[in-house]
């Protein structure tokens, strides 16, 4: 595990990727990441809706896949500099 990466996924998630999607499981998990960031509240989005499963199987997943495909291609140390403080200023507020 690496401290910048993205979250590993809930069982079952990861073998639906498909095509280039794949490649996100080539990045090594983290304990925090870009998707980890805008959803830092999921637990409370998903509280809120009438079907959660199938908000976050329709919104949030598919979500998170194009995010983490993004860090994918764009990550760099100061990608990961920058995550690291956006998580820092996130808790913090």
């Known amino acids: 595990?690496?401290?910048?990466?993205?979250?590993?996924?809930?069982?079952?998630?990861?073998?639906?990727?498909?095509?280039?999607?794949?490649?996100?499981?080539?990045?090594?998990?983290?304990?925090?990441?870009?998707?980890?960031?805008?959803?830092?509240?999921?637990?409370?989005?998903?509280?809120?809706?009438e079907n959660p499963k199938y908000y976050n199987d329709n919104v949030i997943y598919p979500e998170k896949v194009r995010i983490n495909l993004d860090y994918f291609y764009n990550n760099s140390i100061w990608i990961d500099f920058k995550i690291i403080f956006a998580t820092i200023f996130r808790i913090s507020n």
């Open 1 to 49: 595990m690496s401290f910048v990466g993205p979250r590993p996924d809930v069982k079952g998630y990861a073998d639906k990727l498909k095509g280039d999607h794949r490649k996100i499981l080539k990045l090594r998990p983290g304990i925090t990441g870009p998707a980890s960031i805008k959803f830092i509240n999921e637990e409370l989005l998903l509280s809120k809706q």
